[in-house]
Each structure stands twice: as structure tokens, then as C-alpha cells.
């Protein structure tokens, strides 16, 4: 079982940037898909932004040109690059894995992290 640990986040002021990571047991991590999803107070939880094991990156309109994902598979550890941060950015982040064992799909979630973005 891959087992997923986000770095803590924390309180950013308005246009400021915080770089989350996600650390990853196991050895399928090169071959698998790494995201991000944040769920706000009182909201759903929602895409932010994908990176495939060919290093293509998708991201949500509201984070686009913002953020960054990325990966260091010699690491086991994914990234968020969040930059120009704003207050709608508040919300607990959670990374996700997307892995394929034993001709099945496995989604593993980190345990999440709260960003707060003060004005």
C-alpha cells in the first residue's frame, strides 16, 4: 500500500507563495499520476492540477499561470508551486496518486494540508 505525506502548509499573505510537497512510499511512483485537490470551507473538493508520468501538466482555470506541479521521481515527491496567492486560494490541499496495481487502479490521498491566504 503506497502511503502519501504533505508537508505542512501554513498562513500566506496576499500575493505571496507557499510550496507544498507530497512524499510517497513504494516503487511506482515514476509510473503513476500525481495530483492536487483543494476543498475550501463549505465547498466540494476540486481538481488544481495533474502531472502524468510523461511529465504533462493540466491545471484548473483558477490556478493557471499561478501554480506549478511537479515531480522527482528519484525522489518519490510531488510538488505545488503556488505563487500570486490570493484569499480564494484558502483551503485544505490534498495530493493524490493514481497507480496501477496488478491490472487494477489504485487512487491513494495524502492526509491534507491547510493554506490560509490572508488580505
Known amino acids: 500500500q503506497v502511503h502519501l505525506v504533505e508537508s505542512r502548509g501554513g498562513l500566506v499573505q496576499l500575493g505571496g507563495s507557499l510550496r507544498l510537497s507530497c512524499a510517497a512510499s513504494g516503487t511506482i511512483f515514476s509510473t503513476a499520476v500525481l495530483s492536487w485537490y483543494r476543498q475550501a470551507p463549505g465547498k466540494q473538493r476540486e481538481f488544481v492540477a495533474v502531472v502524468t508520468s510523461g511529465d504533462s501538466t493540466k491545471y484548473a482555470d483558477s490556478v493557471k499561470g499561478r501554480f506549478t506541479i511537479s515531480r522527482d521521481n528519484a525522489e518519490n515527491t510531488m510538488y505545488l508551486q503556488m505563487n500570486s496567492l490570493k484569499p480564494e486560494d484558502t483551503a485544505v490541499y490534498y495530493c493524490?496518486?493514481?497507480?496501477?496495481?496488478?491490472?487494477?487502479?489504485?487512487?491513494?490521498w495524502g492526509q491534507g494540508t491547510l493554506v490560509t491566504v490572508s488580505s
Open positions: 493524490k496518486i493514481l497507480y496501477r496495481d496488478n491490472g487494477k487502479y489504485v487512487d491513494v
